[in-house]
């Protein structure tokens, strides 16, 4: 049994299928913990989680963009109208729902087409089941976006783990702090891990599609939902596999 880790999906399920597949990923055997935001951007979000309920060892964790979906299925409005790459999750449900014909020619599709008993039972019970975090015994720790290092983990406004850019924005400069130190000083942080794995802020705004390091915190957004690849990763040897570049697995992105 190996623990494998993936960034951010955002509908992109022909890169989904790449990763899976270019890891040997068992999906009987092996662990999985998705960093979230599975929706919002390609128009494949339903087949996504088709794809991910075949997995038996599956840690889903809530991005932001999920949590907007989860929003929408317990209220029937969609926080964002469907912006923010939302209209890739709208279509994509409207199409598995058989509602083709409300998507125009013209391209606008009313907010409210889809209405929560739309989207299967299966798919409601998925997201609302989500957790925030996930820790393991090796004292890894795995969240969408981040957290206040300065207080206790488990003692934050649950909006932090799926919005917070402040843990790896000062990873970063304090790995830029404390390059060629030969004494590098400590990143402190209030509840410490062996390491944090991070999805939510795109690698390839540092000019890069494969997965970042800093201090202890690993960043596997490698941009699927922005023209960059998805990546998996085994936790414990850091080998990572990519898909190919979600732009040319896809014409349109909805982000």
């Known amino acids: ?27 009987e055997q092996d662990i999985l913990v998705q ?10 979000v339903f087949a ?22 989860q929003d929408f299925l317990q209220t029937g409005l969609h926080p964002q109208l469907w912006a923010q790459g939302g209209e890739g999750t709208l279509r994509s449900y409207l199409i598995a729902a058989g509602k083709e014909d409300v ?8 907010p409210l087409a889809l209405s929560p008993t739309d989207v299967p039972a299966t798919h409601r019970d998925f997201f609302n089941s989500q957790q925030l975090y ?16 300065q207080r206790p983990f488990r003692k934050q406004e649950p909006y932090l ?23 590098p000083g400590t990143f402190r942080m209030s509840t410490r891990f062996r390491e944090i794995f991070i999805g939510h802020t ?5 000019g890069t599609d494969k997965p970042m390091k800093a201090a202890n915190v690993n960043n596997l957004d490698t941009g699927a939902g922005g023209g960059g690849r998805l990546t998996i990763m085994n936790v414990e040897t850091k080998q990572y596999w990519q898909s190919d570049p979600v732009n040319e697995l896809y014409e349109i992105s909805y982000r």
């Open 1 to 27: 049994m190996t623990t494998y880790v993936m960034g951010d999906i955002h509908g992109s399920y022909r890169a989904l299928l790449q990763c899976l597949q270019r890891s040997a990923f068992d999906y």
């Open 48 to 69: 996504c989680v088709e794809e991910l309920m075949k997995i038996r060892h599956l840690i889903a964790i809530k991005g932001n963009h999920d949590d907007w979906f």
């Open 35 to 44: 960093l979230g935001d599975i929706t919002d951007g390609y128009a494949e």
């Open 103 to 110: 998507i125009t020619a013209y391209g606008y599709i009313h």
């Open 202 to 206: 795109r690698t390839i705004m540092w």
């Open 134 to 149: 996930y820790t393991d015994t090796a004292g890894n720790c795995f969240v969408h976006a981040g957290f206040n290092r």
């Open 161 to 183: 783990y799926y919005w917070d850019r402040e843990l790896w924005l000062e990873a970063l400069s304090w790995e830029a702090s404390n390059r060629g130190k030969k004494r």
